[in-house]
């Protein structure tokens, strides 16, 4: 299984940065898609990055495109996501998930805009962005 661990959320200005990590264990999380997901006040969840660990195919949504960076470090065990040009409707609670390897390719885009697969969840941590 998986087990992951998202941090670096907090409070910034439109405009600015902030990078969050999701530091993950276990003995399938480097075979693992990572998703990146947030769900900000009254709306659904969306997936808005994903990062195949063992090759670094990455993924965007359209939203976050040009402004996010995933990333992934093997000897932190972790995946980053680098956020530039923070705008207030990227205030969130963002979350990272797990995607074990399976016979659908990692970071597979499905039908309602999430990533396929993601079986393991971390808890989230809080962006807000302020104008």
């Known amino acids: 299984d998986v087990q992951l661990q998202a941090s670096g959320g907090g409070l910034v200005q439109a405009g600015e940065s902030l990078r969050l990590s999701c530091r993950g264990s276990?003995?399938?999380?480097?075979?693992?898609?990572i998703g990146w997901f947030r769900q900000a006040p009254g709306k659904e969840r969306e997936g808005i990055s994903c990062?195949?660990?063992?090759?670094?195919?990455?993924h965007y949504s359209d939203s976050v495109k040009g402004r996010f960076t995933v990333s992934r470090d093997y000897i932190e065990s972790t995946v980053y996501l680098q956020m530039s040009g923070l705008k207030p409707e990227d205030t969130a609670v963002y979350y990272c998930?797990?995607?074990?390897?399976?016979?659908?390719?990692?970071?597979?885009?499905?039908?309602?805009?999430?990533?396929?697969?993601?079986?393991?969840w971390g808890k989230g941590t809080l962006v807000t962005v302020s104008s």
């Open positions: 998930a797990a995607a074990p390897s399976s016979e659908i390719p990692g970071c597979t885009v499905t039908a309602d805009g999430s990533y396929y697969g993601m079986a393991y």
């Open positions: 990062i195949v660990f063992s090759n670094g195919y990455a």
């Open positions: 276990g003995s399938a999380f480097a075979d693992s898609a």
